[in-house]
């Protein structure tokens, strides 16, 4: 199994979403000989913002120029690890209710025109259909508030999973079963709730590695 593990969080040592991927990892590789992980830090190595040379070069149909071949040259590379991995972890913390510049600018990056998306109109009002496929996608999430969820207090300004939900075709994720989440919330509570929230989080890792093990080992045999 090849993993590609995505780390948002500007918390370093103290981030949770970084200690959940870690944990979640060293399971899996008890429950699995073979696994290669490749590890993507978008604190330590910022993805660039969009610009007008990447637009340019995204769509051109010609020879790419020196300049625009230089502008997609991260956004290459992004690609060409998600198009690696079976697996793709997100360890991302909710900042003012989304997710951090990083993360989106990451998202900005592999979002590509015949790369991981094509775009035809005469598909009607749904002109975009994703390239990748087959693809898992687990998000670890921590939030300062609470109840985000379907039907919380707090669902309305939860722009944080339901945004990255609607960005996974880009991923190859196609299947509403291969998108995994856990998130630990009340951070900022610091009460038994959140201590309740946070050791649920990672007692649940077991049965995830299982899950996901499962159904990795089914379709590859």
């Keep these: 199994m090849k993993i590609l593990s995505v ?3 500007a918390g370093m040592e103290r ?3 970084r200690k959940l991927s870690a944990d979640f990892l060293d399971l899996l590789k008890l429950g699995l000989q073979q696994v290669e992980i490749e590890e993507l830090d ?3 190595c910022p993805p660039p913002f969009v610009t007008s040379e990447w637009i340019a070069g995204a769509f051109s149909k010609k020879e ?4 625009q071949r230089k502008a997609l040259a991260r956004s290459d590379e992004f690609i060409g690890q998600i198009e690696a991995a079976d697996l793709i972890i997100i360890g991302t913390p909710m ?3 989304g997710m951090p ?4 600018a990451w ?3 592999i979002a590509r025109i015949s790369k991981t998306f094509s775009f035809d109109l005469s598909r009607g009002d749904f002109p975009i259909e994703p390239v990748l496929s087959g693809k898992k996608l687990l998000v670890f999430t921590a939030s300062g508030e609470f109840e985000f969820q379907k039907g919380g207090i707090r669902e309305s300004i939860n722009h944080l999973v339901p945004h990255i939900k609607s960005l996974t075709h880009f991923l190859g994720v196609t299947d509403e079963k291969d998108f995994y989440h856990v998130g630990i919330e009340y951070q900022e509570f610091k009460d038994e709730r959140y201590e309740r929230s946070k050791n649920e989080a990672f007692a ?6 299982d899950e996901i093990l499962i159904d990795f080992l089914i379709r590859k045999y």
Excluded at 64 to 67: A, C
Excluded at 204 to 209: I, S
């Design 42 to 44: 978008l604190v330590k």
């Design 107 to 109: 998202f900005d990056q």
């Design 204 to 209: 649940n890792l077991a049965k995830l590695v």
């Design 15 to 17: 981030s949770l979403t």
């Design 95 to 97: 900042y003012n209710y």
């Design 7 to 9: 780390q948002s969080s």
């Design 101 to 104: 510049a990083v993360l989106k």
């Design 64 to 67: 790419l120029t020196e300049l």
